[in-house]
C-alpha cells in the first residue's frame, strides 16, 4: 500500500479552490473589457486579480499529473527524458485547446473574450 502524500493533498485543494474561484468571478462579473471599464477601480482590480488566481488552478492539477505521470524516483534525468519526449505533444494538446475555445467563444458570444 502507498503511503499518502499530503503536499499533494493540499496542493490538489489549492487547484480546486483556484477553479471555483475562477467560475465563481465569470459568474459575478462580465469580464469584456467594455464591461469591466463601467465597474469601479477596487471592483475592476478585485475581479481580474480574482478571476487570475483562478485561471491558476488547471495548470496545477496538470503539473500534479505530470508530476505523478514520472513515477516514484524523481531525479532530473527522469523528468527531462519525460518532457523530451512528451513536450511537442502538450504544445500541439494546448494549441488545439486554445483554438477550440477561441472558436467557441467566437460562436456563442460573437468574439473571442481572452
Known amino acids: 500500500m502507498?503511503?499518502?502524500v499530503i503536499w499533494l493533498d493540499?496542493?490538489?485543494?489549492l487547484a480546486i479552490i483556484c477553479v471555483?474561484?475562477?467560475h465563481t468571478t465569470e459568474r459575478v462579473y462580465n469580464l469584456s473589457a467594455a464591461e469591466l471599464?463601467?465597474?469601479?477601480?477596487?471592483?475592476?482590480?478585485?475581479?481580474i486579480s480574482m478571476f487570475t488566481i483562478g485561471r491558476l488552478g488547471v495548470p496545477i492539477?496538470?503539473?500534479l499529473t505530470g508530476f505523478l505521470v514520472l513515477g516514484k524516483e524523481y531525479n532530473g534525468e527522469k523528468a527531462i527524458n519525460f518532457y523530451a519526449q512528451n513536450?511537442?505533444?502538450?504544445?500541439?494538446t494546448t494549441e488545439i485547446w486554445i483554438l477550440l475555445y477561441n472558436v467557441f467563444d467566437t460562436c456563442f458570444y460573437g468574439e473571442a473574450r481572452y
Open 2 to 4: 502507498r503511503q499518502r
Open 10 to 13: 493540499y496542493a490538489r485543494a
Open 20 to 22: 471555483v474561484i475562477t
Open 37 to 47: 471599464l463601467q465597474n469601479t477601480g477596487y471592483s475592476r482590480i478585485f475581479a
Open 61 to 63: 492539477f496538470f503539473f
Open 87 to 92: 513536450v511537442g505533444g502538450l504544445l500541439i
